[in-house]
């Protein structure tokens, strides 16, 4: 059984920084490339980051670029999500995700989600 479990989301004030993880179980890790995404209540769940099975390759979301940054460490089956610079406008539940094929944007290209950990940026 697929598990993934993120923790590390707290309240925050703007331009604090914040480190969220994500530990995988019950699959081949490696075979996986990972994402973050958000959602707010009443929107769509937003692509954050993702990263290539081996780390090599990371995309981001504009209005993340510069700010945050995703890695993956294979030897532990973790990927995390560093978010300097932090806004109000980052306000939102985070999710891991697993993807069989490739690092996309699409929430449909994700096959495995964790439960979510909340993020609240305070102005």
């Known amino acids: 059984q697929v598990q993934l479990v993120e923790s590390g989301g707290r309240l925050v004030q703007a331009g604090d920084s914040l480190r969220l993880s994500c530990a995988a179980s019950g699959l081949t890790f490696r075979s996986y490339a990972m994402g973050w995404f958000r959602q707010v209540p009443g929107k769509e769940r937003e692509f954050v980051a993702g990263v290539s099975r081996y780390g090599v390759n990371t995309n981001y979301a504009d209005s993340v670029k510069g700010r945050f940054t995703i890695s993956r460490d294979n030897a532990k089956n973790t990927v995390s999500l560093q978010m300097n610079s932090l806004k109000p406008e980052d306000t939102a539940v985070y999710y891991c995700?697993?993807?069989?094929?490739?690092?996309?944007?699409?929430?449909?290209?994700?096959?495995?989600w964790g439960q979510g950990t909340q993020v609240t940026v305070s102005s």
């Open positions: 995700a697993a993807s069989p094929g490739g690092a996309g944007t699409g929430s449909d290209e994700y096959k495995n």
